[in-house]
């Protein structure tokens, strides 16, 4: 499966691709499973659109869909003894079972619900995988989003079910989550779940985790072919093996009893003697004592990682020595990667329990447990170190220690004073079942949240008896997405992707790295193991699915394969201690200086360079030639201006080694450094393909001025350019109409963008003419581009309030009602409003809420002017046609500022001026004086798209099947329908143009706060050439954009394939042969 929302099924063996079937799916999809016994005819798939689909291979057909989950839905597992069942796993926190043999009907009530962790963990968790065990089908394995595995008994369970509320439920309702906190009926405690019917496994140091910019979650679990062990990705963290047979418990601060046992004899243990040192029980093997020395010689050049599998080999072929063990815990110490304290207490464990007389191990256990912040563990150890070896206890390293601990011992004393002094204002409980857990905040950009604070007994109680991990695997990075995956190859290896774009191989006795083989241009998230040959198939970002298997072996070097593995494994280790915005820096090839750093930042920074000093990162030393290379030196500019906004100038480019002819689209971000604004615009950029969305193709960030520029090609026209060539014939009593054909092209394909956007969950917030681009004569030549990003939001967890994101989104001629009227939430319909906005105005050449009048200033969404705008249009809002209209905040303004006086009334009765009163307006009307009947396709939509109530407005998918794209003409790819194009391309502009400008422009960006987009700072160079602002009719220009969130940019577009076979639009099978 795949973002394009296809399923491909091949024969690997042949490289052929056996069939593509249209799954139906409107977002990405993550899963994909064939029915056991089904003779590979019956593929169930579940996606980002909540739902779950069944597929007949032979008939191409869907033959169950269910939409019984309200989030996204992450995996589906099937049981090799159930070829009628299956499981979802989704980020509503539930679990379903599915059996085909029974009827399945969706509702608000959920009746085959088999695990429901809402009930345990508050209203925020979040299932990320599930798996079913090979060898007893019985026991399922689920991750979520938090440290902990949990090995579920089927036997034990039975499906119940679960009611949701009607809002949470609609389709596209924001604040549904959030409601789910004041209902008490969610934190019931589940009744079909004895409290044996579930086991749970965690690394030993992860209950107490807290991190600043990382929260954990599971990202994919694998049983091995024998069905004894548990694999775990463990996102933000590193991979684990449970062993679910022989478990064990998390290590604590209890030295084995032997160390109290009895002296042993001077030539066979300990003996201290002045300056003598510990002595082995038995002397090593030659071959073990040759890799103990040259570990400890790797060790001291400090090659860390090198030394630790030099260890990890010596104790695999002797797992009874205690100085391997000790030695490689002091080297655990000295990397500190995520872990590496947890692994050195237990390799001090097991040296204690081989050797009790091992004071260094003990000592070493004591350092740990202060290091992991255990300090009551560390003290009672510590007290039990100095009985057992008093001769050591005036030493400089163990009063210096001694110190440490006991001043932290007393510094949480004191912190416990003050927070048992201020806990009078502890929120109270719903339920005496439920406590409540303190969590940090997390003040991740990107990062999703943690569950609630709400976690129930029984959730405590399971927790509290988790078990621990028998094998860490570790040297990838897995914190972008939250898919990736790690599987066992065979039974002798251990494989995952990384963020770099990697996949590592594991050996599975020693835990060393194996292999490293680059996989995809950006993340490998999928690899799968052929059940029965050696054959692996990886995927990530890239659209293509890559197979491996063995090559002879004739001496030649794979050319995917990573040398300097030691080096790669560090760069991810740095990588996953970076906050998220130095992380999108450095997948730009760019790294911040020290001295630039805040202080929140330094401490991430810090272990960035105990190890590899003030170098860059291995990636960027591996793109260095490439990522330093200067704008100036690869392209041609100078003199080419053709844009010149409030922050930034946009330049017409080609390169200079002629490579090619194609013209590019450079934008310069005026002043240094890079707003939050534009890192989410880039980061979204990066992240969405589509043939209809603009396409950042590359980022240059000048490390002598700080400068930042962004590359895409270069549009020659956009739709404000387009209207304003129909208007000002039209104002010439010359009428030249935008073209029907090219006017339901350029609709079709803007509808086709923004449903990629809506379906992959971002509201673009900021739809308008000026920011959608038409490509010019070249290999796009008439393709709509969708651009200008920087408002652009996420919205798969719920939007905070306006006031505190956003106070005015959408520039105001644009702006859906709602968000006039102060709308606190807001879903997709804002995006469908905007499209009806730009329909109307290409129909008729004018804009048709055009407002003359506007206050730039003010960051209060309600505006007057703009909604009479509207109201002389469409007609007053009645509450049967608005329901909601008396839950918007700004109702009772309105109702004072539009209610109409007696004196008015009787104006009208008296004169007849109609024209004074809503009731006489209506869209029909408006559209008449512009002679668009109403019985034609073309108004009927636009009536769909220009409803008051957001709830009644129709979708982007719903539109793209309305039959006005079903009558002739057909909209074409080509918006311009190889006819020759009209349109005068753009301009450049002088500096005289634009230096006397800048510094008005300059100075009323500063005035506004909001870094509104204001394009009567651009003056008459602005009106000539458009590429960031609008400009209205007669030269008026119209109301901007405005947010406290940061600058508004421009972007022109990357050449892109359409992602569906034979150039068909996303979700419409209707225009194959034309489109």
Request: proline share 5%; charged share 25%.
């Given at each position: 499966?795949?973002?394009?929302c296809?399923?491909?099924?091949?024969?690997?063996?042949?490289?052929?691709?056996?069939k593509?079937?249209?799954?139906?799916?409107?977002?990405?999809?993550?899963?994909?499973?064939?029915?056991?016994?089904?003779n590979?005819?019956?593929?169930?798939?579940?996606?980002?659109?909540?739902?779950?689909?069944?597929?007949?291979?032979?008939?191409?057909?869907?033959?169950?869909?269910?939409?019984?989950?309200?989030?996204?839905?992450k995996?589906?597992?099937?049981?090799?003894?159930?070829?009628?069942?299956?499981?979802?796993?989704?980020?509503?926190?539930?679990?379903?079972?599915?059996?085909?043999?029974?009827?399945?009907?969706?509702?608000?009530?959920?009746?085959?619900?088999?695990?429901?962790?809402?009930?345990?963990?508050?209203?925020?968790?979040?299932?990320?995988c599930?798996?079913?065990?090979?060898?007893?089908?019985?026991?399922?394995?689920?991750?979520?989003?938090?440290?902990?595995?949990?090995?579920?008994?089927?036997?034990?369970?039975?499906?119940?079910?679960?009611?949701?509320?009607?809002?949470?439920?609609?389709?596209?309702?924001?604040?549904?989550?959030?409601?789910?906190?004041?209902?008490?009926?969610?934190?019931?405690?589940?009744?079909?779940?004895?409290?044996?019917?579930?086991?749970?496994?965690?690394?030993?140091?992860?209950?107490?985790?807290?991190?600043?910019?990382?929260?954990?979650?599971?990202?994919?679990?694998?049983?091995?072919?024998q069905?004894?062990?548990?694999?775990?990705?463990?996102?933000?963290?590193?991979?684990y093996?449970?062993?679910?047979?022989?478990?064990?418990?998390?290590?604590?601060?209890?030295?084995?009893?032997?160390?109290?046992?009895?002296?042993?004899?001077?030539?066979?243990?300990?003996?201290?003697?002045?300056?003598?040192?510990?002595?082995?029980?038995?002397?090593?093997?030659?071959?073990?004592?040759?890799?103990?020395?040259?570990?400890?010689?790797?060790?001291a050049?400090?090659?860390?990682?090198?030394?630790?599998?030099?260890?990890?080999?010596?104790?695999?072929?002797?797992?009874?020595?205690?100085?391997?063990?000790?030695?490689?815990?002091?080297?655990?110490?000295?990397?500190?990667?995520?872990?590496?304290?947890?692994?050195?207490?237990?390799?001090c464990?097991?040296?204690?329990?081989?050797?009790?007389?091992?004071?260094?191990?003990?000592f070493?256990?004591?350092?740990?447990?202060y290091?992991?912040?255990?300090?009551?563990?560390?003290?009672?150890?510590?007290?039990?170190?100095?009985?057992?070896?008093?001769?050591?206890?005036?030493?400089?390293?163990?009063?210096?220690?001694?110190?440490?601990?006991?001043?932290?011992?007393?510094?949480?004393?004191?912190?416990?004073?003050?927070?048992?002094?201020?806990?009078?204002?502890?929120?109270?409980?719903?339920?005496?079942?439920?406590?409540?857990?303190?969590?940090?905040s997390?003040?991740?950009?990107?990062?999703?949240?943690?569950?609630?604070?709400f976690?129930?007994?029984?959730?405590?109680?399971?927790?509290?008896?988790?078990?621990?991990?028998?094998?860490?695997?570790?040297?990838h990075?897995?914190?972008t997405?939250?898919?990736?995956?790690?599987?066992?190859?065979?039974?002798?290896?251990?494989?995952a992707?990384?963020?770099?774009?990697?996949?590592?191989?594991?050996?599975?006795?020693?835990?060393?790295?194996?292999?490293?083989?680059?996989?995809?241009?950006?993340?490998?998230?999928?690899?799968?193991?052929?059940?029965?040959?050696?054959?692996?198939?990886?995927?990530?970002?890239?659209?293509?699915?890559?197979?491996?298997?063995?090559?002879?072996?004739?001496?030649?070097?794979?050319?995917?394969?990573?040398?300097d593995?030691?080096?790669?494994?560090?760069?991810?280790?740095?990588?996953?201690?970076?906050?998220?915005?130095?992380?999108?820096?450095?997948?730009m090839?760019?790294?911040?200086?020290?001295?630039?750093?805040?202080?929140?930042?330094?401490?991430?920074?810090?272990?960035?360079?105990?190890?590899?000093?003030?170098?860059?990162?291995?990636?960027?030393?591996?793109?260095?030639?490439?990522?330093?290379?200067?704008?100036?030196?690869?392209?041609?500019?100078?003199?080419?201006?053709?844009?010149?906004?409030?922050?930034?100038?946009?330049?017409?480019?080609?390169?200079?080694?002629?490579?090619?002819?194609?013209?590019?689209?450079?934008?310069?971000?005026?002043?240094?450094g890079?707003?939050?604004?534009?890192?989410?615009?880039?980061?979204?950029?990066?992240?969405?393909?589509?043939?209809?969305?603009?396409?950042?193709?590359?980022?240059?960030?000048s490390?002598?001025?700080?400068?930042?520029?962004?590359?895409?090609?270069?549009?020659?026209?956009?739709?404000?350019?387009?209207?304003?060539?129909?208007?000002?014939?039209?104002?010439?009593?010359k009428?030249?109409?935008?073209?029907?054909?090219?006017?339901?092209?350029?609709?079709y394909?803007?509808?086709?963008?923004?449903?990629?956007?809506?379906?992959n969950?971002?509201?673009h917030?900021?739809?308008?003419?000026?920011?959608?681009?038409?490509?010019?004569?070249?290999?796009?030549?008439?393709?709509?581009?969708?651009?200008d990003?920087?408002?652009?939001?996420?919205?798969?967890?719920?939007?905070?309030?306006?006031?505190?994101?956003?106070?005015?989104?959408?520039?105001?001629?644009?702006?859906?009602?709602?968000?006039?009227?102060?709308?606190?939430?807001?879903?997709?319909?804002?995006?469908?409003?905007?499209?009806?906005?730009?329909?109307?105005?290409?129909?008729?050449?004018?804009?048709?809420?055009?407002?003359?009048?506007?206050?730039?200033?003010?960051?209060?969404?309600y505006?007057?002017?703009?909604?009479?705008?509207?109201?002389n249009?469409?007609?007053?809002?009645?509450?049967k046609?608005?329901?909601?209209?008396?839950?918007?905040?700004?109702?009772?303004?309105?109702?004072?500022?539009?209610?109409?006086?007696?004196?008015?009334?009787?104006?009208?009765?008296?004169?007849?001026?109609?024209?004074?009163?809503?009731?006489?307006?209506?869209?029909?009307?408006?559209?008449?004086?512009?002679?668009?009947?109403?019985?034609?396709?073309?108004?009927?939509?636009?009536?769909?798209?220009?409803?008051?109530?957001?709830?009644?407005?129709?979708?982007?998918?719903?539109?793209?099947?309305?039959?006005?794209?079903?009558?002739?003409?057909?909209?074409?790819?080509?918006?311009?329908a190889?006819?020759?194009?009209?349109?005068?391309?753009?301009?450049?502009?002088?500096?005289d143009?634009?230096?006397?400008?800048?510094?008005?422009t300059?100075?009323?960006?500063?005035?506004?706060?909001?870094?509104?987009?204001?394009?009567?700072?651009?003056?008459?160079?602005?009106?000539?050439?458009?590429?960031?602002?609008?400009?209205?009719p007669?030269?008026?220009?119209?109301?901007?954009?405005?947010?406290?969130?940061?600058?508004?940019?421009?972007?022109?577009?990357?050449?892109?394939?359409?992602?569906?076979?034979?150039?068909?639009?996303?979700?419409?099978?209707?225009?194959?042969?034309?489109?």
């Amino acid at each position: 499966g795949s973002d394009d929302c296809q399923i491909i099924l091949w024969n690997p063996f042949s490289r052929r691709k056996i069939k593509t079937i249209q799954s139906g799916h409107q977002g990405n999809i993550f899963s994909v499973k064939f029915l056991p016994f089904s003779n590979n005819s019956t593929v169930v798939s579940g996606a980002a659109d909540y739902k779950i689909r069944v597929h007949d291979v032979n008939l191409s057909e869907t033959t169950m869909a269910c939409s019984c989950h309200t989030n996204r839905v992450k995996r589906l597992a099937v049981a090799p003894n159930q070829p009628s069942m299956f499981w979802s796993a989704a980020e509503d926190g539930l679990i379903l079972q599915f059996d085909l043999r029974q009827p399945h009907s969706c509702s608000n009530i959920c009746n085959n619900v088999l695990i429901n962790l809402l009930s345990l963990m508050g209203p925020n968790p979040e299932v990320k995988c599930l798996a079913v065990n090979p060898i007893r089908p019985e026991l399922l394995a689920v991750g979520a989003n938090d440290a902990y595995v949990r090995l579920y008994d089927r036997r034990m369970l039975s499906p119940t079910s679960y009611k949701r509320r009607q809002d949470s439920y609609a389709e596209g309702y924001l604040d549904g989550e959030n409601r789910r906190e004041n209902d008490d009926e969610y934190y019931l405690p589940p009744s079909n779940m004895p409290s044996n019917c579930v086991e749970y496994f965690v690394a030993g140091h992860l209950p107490n985790y807290k991190k600043k910019f990382r929260n954990l979650a599971c990202t994919y679990l694998a049983f091995s072919p024998q069905g004894n062990e548990l694999l775990a990705n463990l996102g933000g963290e590193q991979i684990y093996l449970f062993d679910i047979l022989r478990k064990s418990r998390p290590k604590t601060f209890r030295v084995p009893s032997t160390c109290f046992g009895e002296e042993h004899s001077n030539h066979n243990g300990y003996h201290m003697n002045g300056t003598a040192k510990y002595q082995f029980k038995s002397q090593l093997p030659v071959y073990l004592d040759a890799l103990r020395q040259e570990a400890n010689d790797v060790f001291a050049k400090g090659q860390h990682t090198a030394a630790i599998e030099l260890y990890n080999e010596a104790i695999s072929l002797c797992p009874n020595t205690a100085v391997l063990y000790g030695n490689r815990a002091a080297i655990f110490m000295k990397r500190g990667w995520d872990g590496d304290l947890y692994c050195a207490l237990r390799d001090c464990h097991k040296a204690l329990e081989i050797d009790s007389d091992f004071f260094k191990a003990h000592f070493r256990l004591v350092r740990c447990l202060y290091e992991l912040r255990r300090n009551t563990e560390a003290y009672e150890c510590f007290k039990v170190f100095k009985e057992k070896f008093p001769e050591h206890v005036k030493t400089q390293a163990c009063i210096a220690l001694d110190r440490d601990i006991n001043k932290a011992i007393s510094a949480k004393t004191d912190q416990k004073q003050h927070d048992c002094s201020c806990s009078t204002t502890k929120s109270k409980v719903r339920d005496p079942n439920i406590d409540i857990e303190e969590l940090d905040s997390n003040s991740s950009l990107f990062a999703r949240s943690e569950p609630g604070a709400f976690i129930s007994n029984q959730e405590r109680e399971w927790r509290s008896s988790a078990y621990d991990f028998s094998e860490r695997f570790c040297g990838h990075c897995n914190t972008t997405t939250d898919i990736k995956e790690a599987n066992f190859f065979g039974s002798n290896y251990i494989i995952a992707g990384s963020d770099d774009g990697t996949f590592f191989t594991w050996d599975r006795k020693t835990t060393n790295i194996a292999r490293i083989l680059k996989g995809d241009s950006s993340i490998v998230n999928c690899l799968q193991p052929h059940p029965s040959c050696c054959f692996l198939a990886t995927s990530g970002i890239e659209s293509v699915v890559r197979l491996w298997s063995p090559r002879p072996e004739d001496g030649r070097r794979e050319s995917r394969e990573v040398i300097d593995v030691e080096d790669q494994a560090q760069s991810n280790q740095h990588r996953m201690n970076m906050n998220p915005l130095q992380t999108m820096l450095m997948n730009m090839g760019y790294r911040i200086p020290y001295d630039e750093e805040n202080d929140s930042d330094r401490e991430a920074n810090r272990a960035l360079r105990s190890t590899a000093g003030d170098t860059m990162d291995y990636e960027y030393k591996q793109k260095l030639s490439m990522e330093r290379a200067k704008v100036e030196d690869l392209f041609e500019y100078e003199g080419c201006k053709v844009g010149r906004g409030t922050y930034g100038h946009v330049y017409k480019a080609r390169r200079k080694d002629g490579s090619d002819s194609r013209d590019y689209a450079l934008k310069q971000i005026e002043g240094t450094g890079i707003s939050m604004s534009a890192c989410r615009e880039i980061a979204l950029l990066r992240e969405l393909k589509h043939q209809n969305v603009i396409n950042l193709q590359r980022v240059f960030l000048s490390h002598n001025d700080r400068r930042v520029w962004l590359l895409f090609d270069f549009a020659e026209h956009d739709l404000w350019h387009i209207i304003k060539y129909h208007r000002a014939a039209k104002a010439n009593k010359k009428p030249v109409m935008v073209p029907k054909g090219m006017i339901k092209s350029l609709l079709y394909q803007i509808l086709d963008g923004i449903h990629y956007l809506h379906s992959n969950w971002v509201l673009h917030r900021d739809l308008k003419p000026a920011n959608i681009l038409v490509m010019g004569e070249g290999p796009e030549r008439g393709r709509v581009k969708i651009a200008d990003m920087g408002f652009a939001r996420l919205f798969n967890s719920p939007l905070k309030p306006l006031a505190d994101l956003d106070p005015v989104v959408v520039t105001f001629w644009y702006r859906a009602p709602e968000l006039l009227l102060g709308a606190r939430h807001y879903t997709k319909a804002i995006d469908i409003w905007a499209i009806g906005c730009i329909f109307a105005e290409l129909l008729t050449s004018e804009p048709i809420f055009h407002c003359r009048q506007e206050d730039i200033k003010t960051s209060n969404p309600y505006h007057h002017d703009q909604l009479d705008r509207i109201f002389n249009v469409m007609g007053f809002p009645l509450e049967k046609e608005w329901e909601d209209i008396k839950k918007m905040p700004e109702h009772q303004t309105l109702q004072r500022d539009f209610k109409r006086s007696k004196l008015r009334k009787l104006c009208e009765k008296l004169f007849y001026l109609l024209f004074l009163s809503y009731s006489s307006a209506s869209l029909i009307k408006y559209m008449e004086k512009h002679k668009i009947k109403p019985d034609t396709k073309a108004f009927l939509l636009l009536q769909k798209l220009l409803l008051m109530d957001p709830a009644r407005r129709i979708t982007s998918e719903v539109a793209m099947q309305d039959p006005y794209f079903h009558e002739e003409p057909l909209p074409t790819v080509d918006v311009f329908a190889s006819y020759p194009i009209p349109y005068p391309k753009r301009e450049f502009l002088t500096d005289d143009e634009n230096d006397d400008k800048a510094d008005t422009t300059k100075a009323n960006a500063n005035q506004n706060n909001n870094h509104g987009q204001n394009d009567n700072n651009h003056g008459q160079s602005a009106k000539r050439v458009r590429l960031g602002g609008l400009v209205g009719p007669g030269g008026v220009p119209p109301p901007v954009t405005t947010s406290n969130s940061g600058n508004t940019s421009h972007g022109l577009q990357t050449s892109l394939q359409f992602a569906n076979n034979g150039g068909k639009p996303a979700g419409n099978n209707a225009f194959q042969q034309r489109y």
